[in-house]
C-alpha cells in the first residue's frame, strides 16, 4: 500500500513537473544593444551605465554577452542593417533605442521570427512583438508648461528647443510642449529651434534666431541644450528668462551659479540615462522566461529648486543626473505593471 501511494505521488509530481512552463537558464544567452546616437552627454552616460551594469552582470554569469553597438549615423536604415547583422550573429535578445518609432519594424519583425527577444526603448518601436519601456514624454513636454504658468502666472513669449528631428522621443514632448501652451493659454510659442540634445547645437540654433524674437519669459526644451541657450542669451545681452534644464551637469551647475547670484529659479527633468540597464533585465527577465507586459511605463526624473544642490553634488562633471536598475528593481516595475 505505501509503495502504491510512493508511486502515485512520484507519477504526480512527474506530471506537474511536466506542465508548468520551465524557466531559462539565461547564463549563456547573448543581449546586444542597437543605438542609433552617441553625439551627446545623455547618449554617453546611458552607454556607460550600460557598460557598468551588464559587465557585472556578465561576470557574475547572469548572461554570456551584452554587447553595445553605436550607428555612424543616426539613419533608420543603417540601424536596421545593424539589426539583420545581430540576427545573423546570433544574439538571443536585441536591445534598441530607435531611430525611429516604424521605420525599423521590418527589421525588428525579421528578429521576432528569428526567435529573439526586442526590447526598445526610450527611442520605441511600434512593430507589435517587440516590448517598449518609455516615459510619459507628452506629460515631460506638457509639465515644463504646466511649471512656467506657476512661476509666471502672467505668461509670455516662449522659444521652444526641440530635439533630434525625426525621432519619437522629440515628437512626443513637443506635442507635449504644445498641449500645455493650449492648457495655459497665456503663453505664446514665438520660435522654435532644433538642438539636437546638444549643447553647441542648441546655443548656435538659439543664437541664429534671437534677434528675430521679441523678449522671452521662458525657454521650454528636451534636454542638453538649457545650458546653451543660457549661453547664447547672455552673448544677446538679453534679460534671461526662466530656462527649463534636462538634468545636465553643466545645467545644474550654471542654475547653481545663478541661484547663488541672484536667486534665479527653474526647475529640471529628463528621462534618467540608466533606463538602458532597465531595458537590459526586462530583456533578460524575458528570456529568463517571465511573463512581461509589452508596455512599460518609468517615470521621468525631475529636479526642482529646493534638491538642486543634493542632485548636482551626485552627478559626475560632464555627465547626467541618472538612475540604474538592478535586477530587483527590473522586477519591481515588471510585477506592477502586471
Not at 519583425?109 to 518609455?134: L, Y
Not at 506629460?139 to 512661476?151: A, I, N
Not at 502672467?154 to 504644445?178: K, Q, T, Y
Request: aromatic share 6%; net charge negative; glycine share 8%.
Amino acid at each position: 500500500m505505501k509503495t502504491s501511494r510512493y508511486l502515485l505521488a512520484s507519477a504526480a509530481l512527474c506530471l506537474l513537473a511536466t506542465s508548468m512552463p520551465a524557466m531559462a537558464d539565461t547564463s549563456g544567452k547573448k543581449i546586444a544593444l542597437s543605438n542609433n546616437y552617441a553625439g551627446n552627454s545623455w547618449r554617453q552616460a546611458m552607454l556607460t551605465s550600460w557598460e557598468k551594469v551588464t559587465g557585472e552582470a556578465v561576470k557574475a554569469g547572469q548572461v554570456a554577452a551584452a554587447d553595445a553597438f553605436t550607428t555612424a549615423e543616426n539613419q533608420a536604415t543603417e540601424q536596421a542593417a545593424q539589426i539583420q547583422n545581430m540576427i545573423l550573429q546570433g544574439y538571443d535578445a536585441i536591445v534598441i533605442n530607435a531611430a525611429s518609432p516604424t521605420a525599423l519594424n521590418g527589421a525588428v519583425k525579421e528578429a521576432c521570427d528569428a526567435g529573439i527577444t526586442v526590447v526598445s526603448f526610450d527611442g520605441i518601436v511600434t512593430e507589435p512583438c517587440a516590448w517598449r519601456i518609455a516615459v510619459d514624454f507628452k506629460e515631460m513636454g506638457r509639465s515644463q508648461v504646466e511649471y512656467l504658468s506657476k512661476r509666471l502666472p502672467e505668461g509670455g513669449n516662449l522659444l521652444e528647443i526641440r530635439g533630434l528631428a525625426g525621432v519619437f522621443v522629440d515628437d512626443e514632448i513637443s506635442a507635449g510642449i504644445h498641449a500645455g501652451v493650449e492648457q495655459f493659454p497665456q503663453f505664446k510659442i514665438v520660435g522654435s529651434v532644433h538642438g539636437d540634445w546638444a549643447q553647441d547645437v542648441a546655443q548656435k540654433a538659439v543664437a541664429g534666431i534671437l534677434p528675430s524674437l521679441p523678449e522671452l519669459v521662458g525657454v521650454v526644451t528636451q534636454g542638453g541644450d538649457g545650458y546653451g541657450a543660457a549661453q547664447a542669451i547672455a552673448a544677446a545681452n538679453r534679460p534671461m528668462p526662466v530656462i527649463v534644464m534636462g538634468n545636465r551637469e553643466d545645467e545644474l551647475k550654471w542654475w547653481k551659479e545663478q541661484k547663488d547670484a541672484n536667486g534665479y529659479e527653474t526647475m529640471s527633468v529628463s528621462i534618467a540615462p540608466g533606463v538602458s540597464t532597465l531595458a537590459f533585465w526586462v530583456a533578460q527577465q524575458i528570456l529568463d522566461g517571465k511573463e512581461v507586459k509589452k508596455d512599460l511605463v518609468v517615470p521621468f526624473l525631475r529636479i526642482d529648486q529646493d534638491n538642486l544642490e543634493a542632485n548636482l553634488a551626485n552627478t559626475q562633471a560632464g555627465g547626467v543626473a541618472n538612475v540604474e536598475y538592478s535586477l530587483e528593481d527590473a522586477q519591481k516595475v515588471i510585477s506592477s505593471a502586471m
